[in-house]
Structure formats: C-alpha cells, structure tokens
C-alpha cells in the first residue's frame, strides 16, 4: 500500500535558524532547494520537512503559539509519519521528486525557535530532503512515498 501525505504549509526565510513565514507556492530548484530559501543550497540538506504530528506532540505538552514555520521547516506535512522514513526514500511532493538525506539534526546553539519553544522537535523528527525533480509545490498538493 502507498504511503500518501498532503501538504499543509510551505515556508520561507531568508536566515537560518529564525522562524520561516509561509507562502502561497514554493518553486523547488532541482539540486537547490527552496527558491530565496537560507537553507537552500548545493548540499544534502536542501530542503526540511515536519510534519503535524510532531508539531501536536508540543502542544500536548502545553507549547502554545506554534505555526507552521516554527520550527524552521519548509514543508509542514500530514498524514506520513516523516521520520520513519528510511534516508533514500523518494517522495513525489505536489510537481517535484525529492530524496530523504537525513533524519533529525542538531540543534545549533542559539536557535530562535528552541529559545521561544523551549524545546524542539527538529532534531529527532524533522527530515531534509535534496531535489532530484524541480517544480512548484502548493498548500493542498499531495505527497507520494515512491
């Protein structure tokens, strides 16, 4: 049975490690990643993925004030559990194909969304993802494990 997800959310920001605001569409750049992103880039982490799931989990323990973007994620998805992903799975992401690099990170020091969360599900939950097909990928628009 096929693993189907949707997208809730694309988001934004010109800085790493602050909070990314969403857009309508994203444009993903094959081997780059988010189009004006700070993360994206020529390396295995071009783009991030969280989903809601993760982000329930914080509130449960009383986070409050969480959007998506919070957490620095490009795409806040629903329905896949991300991070039981094995690293190589491809995923058709609403017009693009994008390939699990890695699961969880860590945390650089003085992370804005730690110090205004307090904790943060990134570095176990959060997947990234590099490129492999461009394409524009909307709120809505539907994720295929391959």
Same mark, same amino acid.
């Given at each position: $049975? #096929?693993?189907?997800? #949707?997208?809730?959310?694309?988001?934004?920001?010109?800085?790493? +490690? =602050?909070?990314?605001? &969403?857009? #309508?569409?994203?444009?993903?750049?094959?081997?780059?990643?988010?189009?004006?992103?700070?993360?994206?880039?020529?390396? !295995? @982490?071009?783009?991030?993925?969280?989903?809601?799931?993760?982000?329930?989990? $914080?509130?449960?323990?009383?986070?409050?004030?969480?959007? !998506?973007?919070?957490?620095?994620?490009?795409?806040?998805?629903?329905?896949?559990?991300?991070?039981?992903?094995? =690293?190589?799975? @491809? $995923?058709?992401?609403?017009?693009?194909?994008?390939?699990?690099?890695?699961?969880?990170?860590? /945390?650089?020091? +003085?992370?804005?969304?730690?110090?205004?969360? +307090?904790? /943060?599900?990134? &570095?176990?939950? +959060?997947?990234?993802?590099?490129?492999?097909?461009?394409?524009? =990928? @909307? &709120?809505?628009?539907?994720?295929?494990?391959?």
């Amino acid at each position: $049975m #096929k693993k189907i997800g #949707k997208v809730l959310d694309i988001n934004i920001s010109e800085k790493k +490690g =602050v909070i990314k605001t &969403p857009l #309508k569409e994203g444009i993903f750049i094959e081997d780059f990643g988010l189009e004006g992103d700070a993360h994206a880039g020529k390396w !295995h @982490r071009q783009v991030s993925l969280l989903g809601i799931e993760s982000f329930n989990k $914080m509130i449960e323990l009383g986070i409050k004030d969480l959007d !998506h973007g919070s957490f620095a994620e490009n795409i806040t998805t629903e329905g896949i559990i991300l991070y039981e992903l094995p =690293v190589g799975t @491809r $995923m058709k992401i609403g017009e693009t194909i994008q390939e699990v690099t890695q699961i969880g990170k860590e /945390c650089h020091t +003085g992370c804005a969304i730690a110090q205004k969360v +307090g904790k /943060c599900v990134m &570095p176990k939950e +959060g997947i990234f993802t590099k490129v492999i097909k461009g394409g524009i =990928v @909307r &709120p809505g628009d539907i994720i295929e494990v391959l």
